[in-house]
């Protein structure tokens, strides 16, 4: 099992939210946050970053 993490960066509001709960996300220096494994194998803290972000711009999607 593997999951595609997107975010989209056009929603993305620079609130900090995602990083502050996951490792797998980081804010770049144009105020927005990046993804920066965008498959994994397990789901883990990237569903924590997806729930907390008050723009819904973090999407989780299985493959395989
Ligand atoms: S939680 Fe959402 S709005 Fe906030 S930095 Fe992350 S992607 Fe952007």
């Known amino acids: 099992m593997a999951y595609i993490i997107h975010l989209d960066e056009g929603k993305c ?7 502050a709960v996951c490792s797998n996300f980081e804010m770049m220096e144009n105020g927005k946050a990046r993804v920066k ?9 990237n569903q924590e970053a997806a729930d907390a972000c008050p723009r819904k711009a973090i999407t989780i999607r299985k493959v395989r």
Not at 13 to 19: R, V
């Open 13 to 19: 509001g620079g609130c900090g939210a995602c990083p």
């Open 37 to 45: 494994n965008k498959e994994v194998k397990e789901i883990g803290c």
